[in-house]
């Protein structure tokens, strides 16, 4: 069992930067890909950014450019720095990690205020 603790998120005005951290309780995290989801209100839940073991990135057209994930193995966490933030950024943010099942955080709440 891996649990995942995300911090970081809150209230900002639109075109400001937040970054948010999820720290994972297990010995091998880094072997896990990694990855940032969000959920807004009445919309499904969708992949924001994911980072694999290697290192290697992928990213949401929408947050390209503007959203980066990295980790740092040493620290078991995983990072989304995000900038320039619009209001539709507005969301639960979840931490996920994936190796033979998918584990999930319980979520941190970002709003993007115009």
């Known amino acids: 069992q891996v649990q995942l603790v995300e911090s970081g998120g809150g209230l900002v005005q639109a075109g400001g930067s937040l970054r948010l951290d999820c720290a994972a309780s297990?010995?091998?995290?880094?072997?896990?890909?990694m990855g940032w989801y969000r959920q807004a209100p009445g919309k499904q839940r969708e992949l924001v950014a994911r980072i694999t073991s290697g290192g290697l990135t992928n990213y949401a057209d929408s947050v390209k450019g503007r959203f980066t994930i990295s980790r740092d193995n040493a620290k078991n966490t995983v990072f989304l720095q995000m900038s320039t933030l619009k209001p539709e950024d507005t969301a639960v943010y979840y931490c996920s990690a994936r190796l033979y099942r998918t584990y999930w955080g319980q979520g941190t709440q970002v709003t993007v205020s115009s």
């Open positions: 297990t010995t091998i995290f880094s072997s896990y890909t």
